[in-house]
């Protein structure tokens, strides 16, 4: 199965340190989006990438966050000075126009602890 | 601005009975609206879409939705219960003219079938 993978699945770190998630979206898939999902809540929208251009960002994704897709593959989603209200799961998603339009894949997501 | 409202966060019913989640939803244009799945530590999963052709949609798995604009209305149904129905849904939605972006999510419906 090709589908968007995540790594690390969890993650459990220190308040005030960094870390960085990767994530691996279908291999045709031009277009690849970051979300947060805190406990209770929908995912929000932090920001979308087609092909290495980041097009959009929500407000949400804070100075102390930033993504980047280098090379049009995979991304990389970075928090640094990582604070406790960072804690949630992080989806990553891909989608291409040609395979059924605003269809987005999701990945089974990178659970983040603070402590 | 656009947003979802899911009318019940917490749905029970019994297996083989009917499925109804509720969704209103808020939008200045013609919105897309989509139904996810999220079953316990696995991805979301796409059930169903309305991209302004047929107002009544079918999904996956035996779901529909009919997409009802005097009511501004997106519910989710299923004729008969299965026990592997139970799970998390989220009602999306989206603005096609501004192209495959972000999707906005309701908070979410926990489904329990009793058996």
Known sequence: DTGVSQN???KITKRGQNVTFRCDPISEHNRLYWYRQTLGQGPEFLTYFQNEAQLEKSRLLSDRFSAERPKGSFSTLEIQRTEQGDSAMYLCASSSPGQ?????YFGPGTRLTVT | AQSVTQLDSHVSVSEGTPVLLRCNYSSSYSPSLFWYVQHPNKGLQ?????????TLVKGINGFEAEFKKSETSFHLTKPSAHM????????????????????????????TIIP
């Open chain 1, 100 to 104: 059924g339009i605003y269809e987005q």
């Open chain 1, 8 to 10: 690390p699945r969890h």
């Open chain 2, 84 to 111: 592997s129905d139970a799970a998390e849904y989220f009602c999306v939605v989206t603005h096609p003219p501004f192209g495959n972006e972000k999707l906005t999510f309701g908070t979410g419906t926990r489904l």
């Open chain 2, 46 to 54: 796409l059930l169903l879409k309305y991209t302004s052709a047929a």
